[in-house]
């Protein structure tokens, strides 16, 4: 094999072969792969493109250039994956009403990039909470509690890690092939029997058009499928945020109210969709529409909350986290309002927008390696459609510092527009791609 004779393949618009793909991924893993010859492969693969069967070799060789996990548990193991918004914390309810429900959900989970959050950042911001753990341990936790979340070790696909790295710095982050093999390679490591993935569409995503997000869904769903493992996408609404908390620390604490309060939100409501899904793949429920009530019946009841205390409590936080969670969460130590300039109704919110004013006030990283601080974000944001009078709140600052509260004050009054007439709004699923 020879990584030139590759790369020159791609770049006159051939396929390489599913050996040759696999020798690849693993010169990646391995360093026999330089850094130059990985980013002409990405580029070639950016400019030139691969086919079905090429797209499901490359992320099949970039999944087995590490380790794959191997469950035996008295049920089925699913998971679910988001291609990133502001304000879906989604997973954090999604992975113990599951478990409540008889699945087993040990999620391997990102940080954030770019303005959207991160579900381990999320995590951590609970006192004492690890991500970082061996696959021994994930083994005991899943099987115990039912559910886990946590980052992937160095051998979960090391070929992507190295890739990712170099897409970064080479222009080829957005080739639809290598996000596809990026985000199953590590998916598929896991070994669920299904998948269900949410991809985003609007302001506060990547996809910014139900054409670019559709693509996305096709290829990773086709994939995916063509891998073996059962999976469907849902195309969901992100022109406004699922909670109405961005931040670490202050989406967590919209978890738990939503766990808590027992009555239905957005949230619950787009995580019994997704839910649903996998109930259904499972054999738990008789179609969609079943598994979505039973996810939302278990949601309501205040049993997912104790099952997601259970499992903070393993993976190291506060045993009393679920009943006491008010007490554990940080808080910044500058709380403003951001009020609306005149009256109107919110038409339209710059997700993006929102999400980078988090990051500055510390709530992401501006470079990698930045820490990230769990108490600041944005509370209370307004909806889509809500009607507000002059002076009346459009959402709470937590920040660190005056200074930074007063930059975040001039980006949120950006991001949110306010008109006469009431806004059309978006629905909260879009498509089923299957």
């Known amino acids: 094999?020879?990584?030139?004779?590759?790369?020159?393949?791609?770049?006159?618009?051939?396929?390489?072969?599913?050996?040759?793909?696999?020798?690849?991924?693993e010169g990646l893993a391995n360093g026999e792969v330089s850094d130059a010859q990985a980013g002409a492969f990405a580029m070639a693969v950016c400019l030139q493109g691969l086919d079905q069967s090429a797209r499901r070799a490359l992320t099949l060789a970039m999944r087995d250039s590490g380790d794959v996990l191997h469950w035996d548990l008295p049920g089925p193991v699913m998971d679910k994956?988001?291609?990133?918004?502001?304000?879906?914390?989604?997973?954090?309810?999604?992975?113990?009403?599951?478990?409540?429900?008889?699945?087993?959900?040990?999620?391997?989970?990102?940080?954030?990039?770019?303005?959207?959050?991160?579900?381990?950042?999320?995590?951590?911001?609970?006192p004492g909470?690890?991500?970082?753990?061996?696959?021994?341990?994930?083994?005991?936790?899943?099987?115990?509690?039912?559910?886990?979340?946590?980052?992937?070790?160095?051998?979960?696909?090391?070929?992507?890690?190295?890739?990712?790295?170099?897409?970064d710095v080479t222009a080829t982050v957005e080739s639809l092939d290598l996000i596809t093999a990026s985000i199953l390679s590590k998916k598929l490591a896991a070994s669920p029997e299904a998948l269900v993935l949410d991809v985003k569409i609007g302001s506060g995503a990547f996809m910014k058009t139900l054409e670019e997000a559709r693509a996305l869904a096709r290829s990773l769903v086709d994939t995916a499928n063509g891998a073996g493992c059962q999976t469907t996408a849902l195309i969901t609404d992100m022109n406004q945020p699922i909670a109405r908390a961005l931040g670490n620390g202050l989406e967590v604490a919209e978890v738990m109210q939503a766990?808590?309060?027992?009555?239905?939100?957005?949230?619950?409501?787009?995580?019994?969709?997704?839910?649903?899904?996998?109930?259904?793949?499972?054999?738990?429920?008789?179609?969609?529409?079943?598994?979505?009530?039973?996810?939302?019946?278990?949601?309501?009841?205040g049993r997912v909350a104790s099952r997601f205390g259970r499992m903070v409590a393993a993976q190291g936080g506060p045993d009393d986290f679920a009943s006491h969670w008010q007490r554990y969460l940080p808080v910044a130590p500058v709380i403003r309002e951001v009020t609306a300039p005149r009256a109107g109704y919110v038409s339209a919110m710059d997700g993006e927008a929102l999400g980078l004013a988090v990051v500055h006030l510390g709530g992401g990283r501006l470079v990698e390696g930045d820490l990230v601080d769990p108490a600041v974000g944005l509370s209370d944001l307004v909806r889509l459609g809500q009607w507000v009078e002059a002076g009346t709140p459009l959402a709470r600052i937590h920040a660190a510092r005056e200074s930074a509260a007063q930059v975040a004050e001039a980006g949120v009054r950006e991001a949110i527009t306010l008109t006469s007439q009431a806004p059309e709004l978006p629905p909260l699923v879009y498509e089923r791609i299957s």
């Open 1 to 25: 094999m020879d990584a030139r004779a590759i790369i020159a393949t791609l770049r006159r618009g051939g396929q390489p072969s599913e050996a040759e793909l696999s020798w690849f991924a």
């Open 81 to 126: 994956h988001s291609t990133g918004g502001v304000g879906d914390c989604v997973s954090l309810l999604l992975a113990p009403a599951l478990a409540e429900c008889g699945v087993y959900v040990p999620m391997i989970s990102g940080r954030g990039l770019g303005h959207t959050g991160g579900t381990l950042d999320k995590m951590e911001a609970i």
């Open 129 to 167: 909470v690890t991500t970082q753990i061996s696959q021994q341990r994930l083994h005991r936790i899943t099987a115990k509690v039912g559910c886990a979340i946590v980052g992937a070790t160095g051998r979960i696909a090391p070929a992507d890690k190295r890739l990712y790295a170099i897409r």
């Open 259 to 301: 766990l808590t309060a027992g009555k239905p939100c957005p949230l619950i409501e787009i995580t019994a969709a997704l839910s649903g899904i996998l109930l259904t793949h499972a054999g738990l429920a008789g179609n969609d529409t079943e598994g979505a009530e039973r996810i939302t019946e278990a949601l309501l009841s």
